[in-house]
């Protein structure tokens, strides 16, 4: 017969009674996932922990209170903080029984040490109760002892799990979940709060203590859930969700390629790093937006989920590997960083304001990251002490790949670098070594933040409504005469039409390139508000806008029209330019034969991107151009 809550004897674990329960927590722990990342080896991990617990539950028998069941089928392990006269379990006395496990436990007791309060509390150490044993409230009781004790004295209880199942139990007990914390390229805890309530129970009595260096709930029973508390898991469980659908969806589009990435974005909390970002916007597959200047110009921000995976398979990062990060941000990219170097590597990451340094500092450590420098600097000048690096990367435009990075990188290396190349045309590009110089191994579309400090790419906006809802993105290497070009949307319309088709959903990133080398004034985001489409000003290619060039007081900018249906039923769409101004059409038509001219000659071509130690010749009528830089021209050809 299975007995009921209120028989359950419960009596005070003993000295005679270390031996056994240490062996049962030893056995609890077997398949504890923080268990497996501090000891790996399973049959070192049993000797290990065997030792440590009956250290750990010799002290709690003296300083603590241990509740448990005669049978050995539950026990509770409580301590408080501060505790009178205890002696202090020691690096040494951990050292005794963990050995070369030592590195990680002293981790994890700063991970946990982060997160404890100074303030004075109980600390439930452990709670266990025996697998056949579970299901008959067992855990239930041996909480609620204690909860009365605490209660008495208006004091609260602390604890961190290493289970979901763990966490839910306590919060059904009236534990308020905090945000996760992370071992270093290891599991997640997750630390709760009880908070004092008056005593509301009749005395079975306990003290209380703080934990060792391994605090963790190892299992429970299970408790059947009413309404109000699913709710609650729910919302505690949100993040997590929208953090595994989100990478889902990033391995389902063959974004995410790899486990090592894979793994680190499952594992690190993105809104851990954006505070006060509503949970939904947090893991969305969007940029968030996180400081602006003076003027109210974003000059900071967490980059899109999707390019912070695809420039870390561009990084190819590898375990152990030293790593250099300008634009530390948030610090959201070097913890992906971090995860994926592992214990043994290492990641500098720089930023030239103090303030997101100080925050990612602070976000790092709350996340339990404890394998990267943040440096205050700037970007563009690298950071020598930690140098040579296996991968460079920046999570910041620039305009010129510095000689710093060039400098500072292994021979070996490899360097990714979201670089403007002219106008608007703005590639990650992986950059590796050869004898002649640096040459891709690959580049993806993207746009960043430009770097600031020495190696400034400053853009200005020129806007070409009084509304304000039509905005040319101007950067250094273009001419705009913001006066000239008042009121040039008012000018009669030109539309020509290319010839040139695309199926839906392929991107025109390579047409815009051609378009960024081969006109005079290389193509620069002409942003647009609904309210000037629906009003007629403009007819853009994208919702957000269109590409556009300007000469003068003309403005010339791409647009598209639905194409007949293929006969196999397939749709795609004309690329055509809207030319305004004096000579608009002029304009629109000189655009319209470059567009022509790459789709009969150079579409079906690869483009490589090469930064030459010796200067290369420019030959546009093969498809070589040279793009000009103070120190490092870039040479773009079409193969």
Known sequence: MTPSVATLLVRPGQPSDVAAIAALLAHGLAEDPVAEWLVPDPAERQAVFQGLLAMEVDHAVEWGDIDLLPDMGGVAVWRRHPADDAPVLSDHHLGTFTRGAMPRFQQLSVLLGSYRSDAPHHWLAWLYVARDRRGQGIGTELLARHHQVVDQRGLPVDVVVTSERARDFLIFHGYIAGL?????????????????????????????????????????????????????????????????????????????????????????????????????????????????????????????????????????????????????????????????????????????????????????????????????????????????????????????????????????????????????????????????????????????????????????????????????????????????????????????????????????????????????????????????????????????????????????YLTTRPALARPDGSRVYEVGVVGHGPNGRDLAHNVSEEIRSWNATYRSRTVRLEIADTPVAADPSVGRFVLARPHHPITVTWQ
């Open 180 to 556: 996760p914390l992370h071992l270093p390229s290891g599991p997640r805890l997750w630390p709760l709060r009880r908070l004092g309530h008056p005593a509301a129970r009749s005395d079975h009595a306990s003290q209380n203590r703080v934990p060792s260096a391994v605090a963790e709930v190892v299992s429970t029973s299970e408790p059947t859930f009413t309404t109000t508390s699913v709710e609650r898991v729910t919302m505690l469980r949100e993040a997590s969700d929208l953090r595994t659908n989100l990478i889902d969806q990033l391995c389902a589009e063959d974004t995410i390629r790899t486990s090592a990435v894979e793994v680190a974005m499952r594992r690190t909390p993105r809104h851990l790093f954006l505070p006060g970002v509503p949970m939904q916007q947090a893991y969305a597959d969007e940029p968030v937006y996180t400081k602006t200047d003076a003027r109210g110009t974003s000059i900071s921000a967490a980059s899109q989920p999707r390019i912070v995976a695809m420039m870390l398979e561009q990084l190819d990062v590898r375990s152990g590997q030293r790593v250099m990060e300008a634009g530390a941000g948030t610090g959201y990219n070097a913890a992906l960083l971090a995860a994926v170097v592992g214990d043994s590597g290492r990641v500098v990451t720089i930023d030239v304001d103090e303030d997101l340094v100080n925050g990612a500092r602070k976000r790092l450590a709350a996340a339990g990251v404890a394998n990267v420098d943040v440096v205050h600097g700037d970007g563009a000048l690298g950071y020598s002490e930690g140098a040579p690096y296996d991968r460079i990367i920046a999570t910041v435009g620039a305009y010129e790949t510095p000689a710093a990075w060039l400098k500072q990188l292994a021979p070996d290396g490899r360097l990714v670098v979201p670089l403007r190349l002219r106008g608007a045309a703005s590639r990650s590009v992986i950059f590796e070594r050869y004898d002649g110089g640096w040459r891709d191994q690959g580049s993806e579309l993207a746009v960043f933040m430009p770097l600031r400090g020495i190696g400034d790419d400053a853009r200005r906006l020129v806007s070409l409504t009084p509304e304000l809802d039509v905005i040319l993105q101007v950067h250094k290497d273009q001419e705009v005469e913001a006066a000239a070009l008042a009121g040039v949307l008012e000018t009669e319309r030109r539309k020509v039409w290319t010839d040139v088709f695309f199926p839906p959903m392929v991107p025109y990133e390579w047409m815009d390139l051609w378009l960024a080398c081969r006109l005079d004034n290389a193509i620069m985001r002409m942003n647009v508000q609904p309210t000037a489409v629906q009003r007629g000003a403009v007819t853009p290619m994208f919702s957000w806008g269109a590409m556009a060039t300007t000469r003068g007081a003309d403005l010339a």
